[in-house]
């Protein structure tokens, strides 16, 4: 019997670091509806199965695990197929992945639309970001730097304090 629960908590554990090592891409009104009452903005990723570009960042930033990791604890994130006529029950209302990609001006992907931890629109980017890149915006968003800097403004002041730190 003890060895049957061992061999349970193992799996468990084994399955819990599996799933760990994804996004947690939520449903897109629930990332929303998340938001409220936390300190975490929403990312949500617009993208198309056959975007090469896409593919790519699936493959490469998005596998990474400091990565996954960073999305998961600090954003509630969910991913719009701008080509799907899939609906989804937004503000009351059923409309279409593609008819949120277009409320939101989105014409080309991948797209990034940060919302921030009261439900307002951040900042929309659009193009593959390699996980350098996607890092920096990632804690541009995370800390409110926003705020105080444009996203030049704030890559500026890090690129400056690192080779200042290199010296």
């Not at 209302?93 to 009261?118: L, Y």
Request: contains cysteine; aromatic residues 14%; hydrophobic residues 45%.
């Amino acid at each position: 019997m003890k060895r049957a629960f061992f061999i349970l908590g193992i799996i468990l554990i084994l399955s819990t670091s599996l799933l760990s090592n994804e996004i947690n891409w939520l449903p897109f009104p629930e990332a929303l509806d998340s938001v409220n009452g936390s300190n975490k903005h929403t990312l949500v990723l617009f993208y198309s199965p056959r975007c090469g570009w896409c593919k790519k960042l699936f493959a490469t930033t998005f596998a990474d695990s400091e990565i996954i990791s960073y999305i998961n604890d600090e954003f509630f994130a969910s991913k719009i197929n701008i080509v799907s006529d899939e609906p989804i029950l937004w503000e009351e209302d059923t409309i279409s992945e593609r008819a949120i990609a277009t409320a939101f001006g989105i014409s080309g992907v991948p797209a990034f639309v940060f919302i921030d931890s009261k439900s307002k629109y951040v900042m929309k980017l659009s193009g593959y970001k390699d996980k350098l890149a996607f890092k920096m915006i990632l804690d541009y968003i995370s800390k409110d730097w926003y705020e105080d800097l444009t996203l030049d403004e704030y890559i500026e002041s890090e690129i400056t304090l690192k080779k200042q730190e290199a010296k």
